[in-house]
């Protein structure tokens, strides 16, 4: 436990702990309202644990205790907690009586109590439902205080994963699913795990802000009288380190400021690369403004093209629960008044292209031909595609439209369809400009060469998903992604009525180009000038420390990847760690006969991994790849949820931790994902081992083909090494590691920025006890591995340049090589790994049907063995009944000899 937590309970008679390993997690969801004077309420309080953690952690707070004090099935049915009821109440007095009126005490069953607070009209903050743990009981707690629970309100529900009762229909997990299927659309999921905790939404979709929005100065229009739905948006946007955060949060401040019936909108900023993360205070002042900040790792198509991040994000956002309409927005722009996204029968609604670029005006047009290519790759008529004016000189060319403001209903799937076009034209390598790549003055700076070879394609693949899936784009006006770089006053619209301005890098420190606006040219409504001045020019904030390859920030807690193959000696190199005090998982899988001195691999997380690869159709033995578009979506989101919950309990709030597990090795943008949201830095220590020697071990152990657990070694080393690129790391080859063990752990430190809480000269005794030679069991020379005939070139060359990497360092060079290997091998897994799926399915069909087979036969044993006791049962009826022994009185005389004799 937390030592700042630990006091709180110092002295207090507490006889079980359920709660605490769930304190950081909620005080990482909490913080921002710590300060406040929260009503919370606490169905299910038994000794007081968790009342004490709420009442120390909320200073202010006033809480609501529900409790009977006499147990429920599970307490009474279980000895342990059957001896403890007598003194369950007392305790709990005791433990809380120094907080005098702060705390209410309800004895009383739930559903009594919660009447009561009904009627007395009674509201609360926070909600935490741990009460009688029968499905129906959880159901009607949960009905019972959502109408209590404020917009923005959170409730938590403990134990959803709780098996007591033999029966799934008892279980809490069947009430708790069943109140969020009734109440969907009016909540959202913060966590899933062990336990859900959810955030009321209020009316219109939003929930409350983490602190309240100042008004707007200036005097703003009557909003619209449009349809609610209309007004139920999302608004998307990208904030990196750097000019883009500076952007992002000028935005976002418009937003509240000046969008009228959208100010108060959901905000959603996604920073996709953990290597570019915004600076701590940037990620404080969106959370003071309400906006939902979602750090992810997302695997670009396409790196070197900014805006492919754009098309990723709004892809991931769209296939996440939310409002209906999605507006996806260019970071580099403001609103100054109240925007028009109304739809009607249309999908979508954009401006067009600012300039033609690379679109094409038609036959003759040097990008014509590039157009229809395009066209055939999306399975789209050419002609179907309809015709814009640019925004600037009035050029018709066939539909683009400007990537930096659209708005599309997100049951149009629009953005996951661009996504999937924009990746078909970079994998068939489709760059209009030919080799002529232009150079552009974007709100980030200039861009030329390999950053514009793409450059249009973002804005084409939108145009062509909302043809290929028959939707209707409806034009923005021109008062909408105004682009103010090329403003005219006589063909500029009105001043006055102007709504989103596209200021490209005008704002930036150090711009040279006119700015319309503080120069006068353009005169805005009164008060805008004012409030830019006030926010101008936007300044390049410090690259965060921790994204710095080698470097980290020190206030921050960092995780250590141990990403290796299976067999690879990640237990030797986990054990090694954990001597230099790096934290171990609380809940270790057990060493066996495979691993005597354990596999430092957490048990619930080792669960959860293969839960995850076998609801993306894989396995820890398959070497396909993983779909990253699957990982990116909804049915990998309870994953998510599970293991970022299975992280904070096992790890607590350790500075210093590793997590080691060898299926992390072919989903590392999925663990970095969640480390970010948990604010924490990953580095990687990659440990590398003769292919042939871990072939040979998994041959031992699984009784894998050689052939097989080569093709697996491929997979994890290759996913392994590009995936963790963007973080500092180190490779570790494994036969030097048991040399010198000291000399790796010393680099390892060196080149990642990690700091051993344990020197090396204090740990040399108990690392010396456990590596040890007898460890390394099967042996191959580099010989046997370049002469083996299940050894495949591909396999020798990635060992050979892994290897390179670990002696010589990192290069350009060598990472080019491995990802023309990778391409190799993923291209090989297309063309036989669906044969073998097919296989694998065929053998599933059959050991499913053997298994149906076998539960049929169970069945009809078990109806033959209940009519059998039937039977006996009334047969036992029948002999002891006095109508029977009546009958058989003549037949017990007859076999009586002494009664015959008479």
């Not at 336990?195 to 983490?210: L, S, T």
């Not at 005097?219 to 449009?226: A, G, K, L, M, S």
């Not at 209707?472 to 500029?492: E, G, K, M, Q, Y």
């Not at 081992?689 to 093709?711: F, I, M, T, Y």
């Amino acid at each position: 436990m937390d030592p700042d937590y630990s006091a709180w309970f110092a002295g207090k008679s507490l006889s079980t702990d359920w709660t605490s390993g769930f304190f950081p997690l909620w005080a990482t969801l909490l913080r921002s309202r710590r300060d406040e004077p929260l009503d919370v309420l606490e169905i299910g309080s038994w000794e007081g644990r968790s009342a004490l953690f709420f009442l120390n952690y909320f200073g202010k707070c006033r809480l609501t205790c529900i409790d009977t004090f006499g147990g429920s099935p599970e307490h009474t049915q279980r000895r342990k907690w059957s001896d403890q009821l007598a003194h369950v109440e007392q305790r709990f007095d005791k433990n809380l009586a120094a907080f005098g009126e702060r705390i209410e005490t309800i004895k009383s069953p739930s559903s009594q109590a919660l009447a009561r607070l009904i009627t007395d009209e009674r509201r609360f903050d926070l909600v935490y439902v741990d009460g009688s743990h029968h499905s129906a009981d959880v159901q009607s707690d949960a009905v019972l205080c959502w109408p209590m629970v404020e917009d923005g309100g959170i409730v938590i529900f403990d134990d959803y994963e709780w098996t007591f009762f033999a029966s799934k229909v008892e279980r809490p997990k069947l009430g708790i699913d069943s109140f969020l299927s009734v109440h969907a659309g009016q909540y959202r999921e913060l966590y899933r795990g062990e336990q859900i905790i959810i955030q009321k939404i209020g009316v219109g979709g939003n929930e409350r802000p983490a602190v309240s929005t100042r008004p707007s100065p200036l005097p703003r229009e009557e909003p619209v009288d449009r349809p609610q739905a209309e007004n139920d948006v999302e608004f998307v946007l990208i904030a990196e380190a750097g000019i883009l955060e500076a952007q992002a949060l000028l935005l976002c401040e418009s937003i509240r400021c000046f969008a009228g019936s959208y100010s108060q909108s959901p905000i959603t900023v996604v920073s996709p690369r953990s290597s570019r993360r915004p600076s701590p205070s940037t990620v404080d002042r969106l959370q003071q403004l309400g906006v939902d900040y979602l750090p992810i790792e997302i695997d670009s198509c396409c790196p070197q093209y900014g805006p492919s991040y754009r098309i990723h994000s709004l892809a991931y956002a769209e296939r996440r629960a939310g409002p209906p309409v999605i507006i996806q927005l260019d970071s580099d722009a403001i609103f100054i008044a109240e925007p028009d996204f109304s739809l009607g029968t249309c999908s979508a609604a954009a401006r067009p292209v600012d300039s033609k670029g690379m679109c094409t005006t038609g036959p003759g047009d040097p990008f014509d031909p590039y157009w229809r290519q395009l066209c055939a790759l999306a399975g789209v008529d050419y002609e179907h595609l309809p015709i814009v004016r640019t925004s600037v000189n009035g050029l018709a060319v066939r539909a683009s439209y400007n990537g930096g403001l659209i708005a599309a209903k997100r049951a149009s799937g629009l953005f996951q369809r661009t996504e999937d076009i924009f990746r078909r034209l970079v994998d068939a390598n489709m760059k209009p400009w030919a080799g002529a790549e232009p150079v552009y003055n974007t709100g980030t700076g200039i861009l030329q060469g390999d950053a514009t070879a793409f450059w249009g394609t973002s804005q084409a693949a939108f145009s062509l998903a909302a043809v290929a899936g028959n939707h209707s784009v409806r034009l923005l006006p021109a008062t909408h992604n105004f682009p103010l770089h090329n403003f005219n006053p006589a063909t500029a619209p009105d001043p006055a009525r102007l709504v989103h301005i596209h200021y490209h890098g005008l704002f930036n420190e150090g711009s040279a180009a006119a700015n319309p606006i503080l120069d006068g040219t353009l005169a805005l409504p009164a008060g805008i000038r004012e409030w830019l001045e006030a926010r101008l020019p936007l300044r390049e904030a410090p690259r965060p420390a921790a994204s710095i390859p080698g470097r980290a920030r020190h206030s921050r807690r960092k995780a250590i990847l141990v990403l290796g193959m299976h067999r690879s000696g990640t237990s030797m190199l986990a054990g090694t760690i954990a001597a230099l005090g790096s934290a171990p998982p609380k809940k270790p899988l057990r060493a066996d006969g495979n691993n005597p001195r354990g596999y430092w691999e957490s048990a619930p997380l080792n669960s959860a991994n293969n839960e995850l690869l076998a609801a993306a159709a894989s396995s820890w033995h398959d070497w396909r790849p993983l779909d990253p578009q699957w990982l990116q979506s909804p049915a990998a989101e309870r994953h998510r949820h599970k293991i970022k919950a299975i992280l904070a309990s096992e790890f607590g709030d350790q500075p210093l931790f590793f997590i080691k597990d060898p299926r992390i090795c072919r989903f590392v943008p999925f663990m970095s994902s969640i480390l970010a949201e948990m604010e924490i830095d990953p580095v990687a220590l990659l440990p590398l081992r003769n292919p042939l020697e871990v072939a040979c071990s998994l041959e031992r152990r699984d009784g894998l083909p050689l052939a097989k657990s080569l093709l697996l070694w491929l997979r994890h080393v290759l996913d392994a090494e590009f995936h963790s690129r963007h973080m500092p790391r180190c490779f570790i080859r494994h036969e030097r590691f048991l040399i010198d063990w000291r000399h790796h752990v010393d680099v390892a430190a060196e080149m990642t920025a990690i700091t051993w809480p344990i020197p090396s000269d204090q740990a040399e005794m108990e690392i010396g006890r456990f590596l040890t030679a007898d460890l390394h069991h099967e042996r191959a020379t580099i010989v046997e591995l370049r002469s083996h005939r299940n050894v495949t070139p591909l396999v020798r060359a990635a060992y050979d340049i892994l290897c390179t990497m670990a002696d010589e360092g990192d290069s350009q060079e060598l990472r080019d090589e491995l990802d023309l290997m990778r391409a190799k091998f993923d291209d090989a897994c297309d063309v036989v790994g669906a044969a073998v799926a097919a296989e694998a399915d065929h053998l599933r069909g059959e050991r499913d049907a053997i298994s149906r087979a076998y539960q049929e036969l169970g069945l009809e044993r078990n109806a033959l063995a209940h009519d059998r006791n039937r039977f006996v049962s009334k047969r036992a009826v029948l002999l002891a009944s006095s109508s029977w022994r009546r009958l058989t009185t003549p037949l017990r005389w007859m076999r009586s000899p002494s009664k015959r004799q008479k």
